[in-house]
């Protein structure tokens, strides 16, 4: 929109201030539980400043940086789904009249749990961060019949997106057109220049919100060295991924093999946690309970994320469930992701985020779950194992 | 109305036969009629007879002690009652019996069965269409042995 | 921006909240199956297209997809069957008339009748499948005229299991041709025994001019569209309702998923030709 921006790193709390005064409340990486988490933070002085993470698949650790970068690190288990999609919420409370009816609806958002405020701000968005949540934007509201709660999330939130500047061994968005160069979907793109002598963001708006939060930050035009620099930080970024996904062959590959041996192999690694379903952006699966109070009167529609690991995901109504094995669970997992979701809804269910390599157990990689089968279709067939779980 | 010959020809398990073997069972066979609730064919006996039925229908059925006999299957016009004719030990498996009044074609099936042995030609024909029978039959078996309706399904 | 504030506000209960409907009658089908007839109790008919479900729950007991068994002209009056075989099933089978149910949808989609027309039309149904079906039936016979032969073959464990059955006397007696067939049954039973697939060799069927609409168990579904194959019909000119686990109605659960579908969105009802591939996977 406007000229590219430059905001001092001291006068990134500005921007903090000016959302507050708005009524947002901001949303960022913090760390908590030797975790960079996704939180409410007050300021510049909540963020990971200084702060790395380790990544590979099944492993996760904070490293201490040589620098005082605020966005020096990769993406944490968390993700936006938890605003766009509380874990657990109350879709609607009800009062319950002597003859069944029940009345008094309430849907407000401010009924659900405790501390899910709906005015968002999220700070620190990452390229792939800002495709899922477009993926569960239209998952959630891109149907017949759109949840007017979670419209309204959507609606609220601001997102003021970072470039990725360093890749994490697990990131494979490059593979999914998914980064990690930001190039929409933002309000405010941040871009991170740190060396000896200055720490500043370059900052570009996406929204006509954004151009009016930016001007209450102390700016000034960026020069054509920090513009250069801005533009080589997602860059170098991509240099560094190493994994890779074929995301035009992946589709047609798992239809073509769902019943290849290589589901077979992951299901004796896989433990069925549905950690991967848990820290993925994307992944919607919800389930509902109905809750009375002791006298019957009150009664509440609680919706829980649910995880198609679970074995009564399937569940048939008056039978078991239709995917008893962990084998078909793990498949139906991968292939939603990266298959049926595009006939789902027309798009990858995927961002590349790596997110389920890294909180994985048992540190299983889908990268290489793919790869397998790719792999094996060419080339002898892998021993069945005799006995299934 | 058909003659015996026609309707012979007219059945899917002796359809397309050569009319010389046509001819051949219809010469076994002979125009029966029998009211409701006549047993046919009891578990047991010697299957030298079986049944083409023109009109009515016939169960086949489970008798058990103490119980009524359970029913687990009928058969109706155009369709052939018994194989076991054709198969040793030539004993009847199942009951027989007429549910409505019945008009049925019985066949001579310890006479054929000697044709057989004479012209393997006819013994492999017959065995073939037959082996037919027996295979929609087992299929059937299994399909019903799923008890589908006991569990599956609340309404949608 | 705005268009969407406006949707929200038409929109304003949400597509998870439930409208109330108070039972007027309820009828024992069989030892574990009932008709439940409601009415909105805010006036507005419920209008559907036969096929098509609705999530009915009693008070705080859960939430079913039920399909819709009544009369598509009859919008005013809610007809669902249900069999008790669960918690919510069972609470909605115990409901006395006066009670008010939470009911929300239409959803889904219906079964194919204006591309029936013209067709022989086949309807198999085994067991609890009929229900889905029923507006189907009804609909047909109302305009009677425009199809060719009407079929219903219709099999059920056993004779006490069977359902609709004066109504099915009252069908017969309006151009539908009915072939009932039961699993097993007592020498008390002049009808058919045997499974239901029998019966589609004794219907006589012209293949070529078959639509077949076909809901029961999806094992009797696959024998059934085997059978139809058999005889000639293709795929595309079969349609089937298949049930998964469906919590919202809307597709945005994830549960009811085959495949490449979500059922409560995509479905219940879908040509043969489009599921054919995935219904054949196991545990899918």
Known sequence: MTDDRVIAREDLDALFDALHRCGYTVVGPTVRDSTIRLAEIAGTRDLPAGVTDEQEAGRYRLAQREDAALFGFNLGPDSLKRWQLPPDRTVWRARRKPDGELTDFSTDARSGPAGMPDRIAYIGARACELHARAILERVLLGGNHPDPELRERADALIVIAVQCGEAGPTCFCASMGAGPKVTSGYDILLTELLDADHHVFIAATGSVRGEELLAEVPTRRAGSEELAAARATPARAAEQIQRKLDADWVKELLYAHLEHPEWESVAQRCLTCGNCTMVCPTCFCTSVEDVTDLTGEQVERRQQWDSCFAVDHSYMHGGGPARQSARSRYRQWMTHKLASWDDQFGTSGCVGCGRCITWCPVGIDITEEAQAIGAVTHGPARATPAKED | ?156 | MLASASDTATASAGPLVPAPFRLLAKRRETADTWTLELEPRHGTPLEFAPGQFTMISRGGCGEVPISISGDPDEPERLVQTVRAVGLATSALCEAEPGEVLSVRGPFGTAWPLEEAEGADVVIVAGGIGLPPLRGAVLRMLAQRERYGRLVLLYGGRAPDQLLFGEQIQQWREQGLEVLITVDSAGPEWIGHVGVVTRLIGRAGLDASRVLAMTCGPEVMMRFVVATLADTGVQSDRIHVSIERNMQCGIGVCGHCQLGPVLVCRDGPVFRYSEVERWMRVREL
């Not at chain 2, 006549?38 to 489970?62: H, K, N």
């Not at chain 2, 099936?109 to 269409?129: F, S, T, V």
């Open chain 2, 1 to 156: 109305m058909l003659t015996l010959a026609q309707e012979i020809a007219a059945a899917e398990v002796f359809a397309g036969l050569a009319p010389e073997y046509l001819d051949l069972i219809t010469g076994c066979g002979q125009n029966v009629h029998f009211d409701a609730g006549v047993i046919l064919q009891r578990e047991g006996d010697p299957a030298d007879v079986f049944y083409l039925i023109r009109r009515g229908s016939v169960a086949l059925e489970v008798h058990h002690p103490g119980a009524e006999p359970i029913r687990i299957l009928t058969e109706g016009p155009g369709e052939p009652v018994g194989w076991s004719w054709l198969f040793e030990p030539y004993r009847w498996h199942l009951d027989a019996r007429t549910i409505q009044p019945c008009s049925l074609i019985a066949l001579d099936g310890a006479c054929l069965r000697g044709k057989c042995e004479q012209d393997p030609a006819l013994g492999y024909e017959l065995m073939r269409r037959f082996a037919r029978c027996l295979v929609e039959r087992l299929e059937a078996t299994q399909f019903q042995l799923l008890d589908v309706y006991g569990n599956a399904r609340v309404g949608v």
